[in-house]
């Protein structure tokens, strides 16, 4: 899908950071992580960053921080990490570095993809700023990180634009 047949996002650095230590130990591949490149890439986003961690609190905030005050992401997206196991820290992490919360990004995405399975209820993920980044945390599947795209990508760069303080008219495309 190019930019002009779906939301343009061109211009939109975007950092992705995979959380799972089955990924990081080299046992599983980052489906999920590629998902996210693919759906944003294809939209004109530029990656600027990508990374595997394991679960470790202390490594994923270092990891947010560098994205936001170092490479200064427009947006970070997690995948993994943000359900109910007990290694399932990535909401933690994200919370130890934000500076405020947007809640309403993740209980849309929880809302309408609970339609679809009762599993959406078991997510823990957060949404907030850092800064001028915004860092969403997204379910470590590649379906379901597809189904949450699917529903955040309409408003992911007005998001954007509002924090770098260069808001275009809601609804009006950027060019």
Known sequence: MSPSTGPDLRGIRIAVLTLSDSVAGGRHEDTSGEAIVRMLGERGAEVVARDVRPDDLEEIATTLKRYADGVKADLVLTTGGSGVAPRDITPEATLKVVDRLVPGIVEAARVQTLQKTPM???????????????????????????????????????????????PTEWGTPHR
Do not use: C, D, F, Y
Request: hydrophobic share 50%; glycine share 6%.
């Open 120 to 166: 959406a209820m078991l997510s823990r993920s957060v949404a907030g700023i850092r800064g001028r980044t915004l860092i969403i945390n997204l379910p470590g599947s590649p379906k379901a990180v597809t189904e949450w795209l699917e529903i955040l990508l309409p408003v992911l760069r007005h998001a954007v634009e509002l924090l770098r303080e260069t």
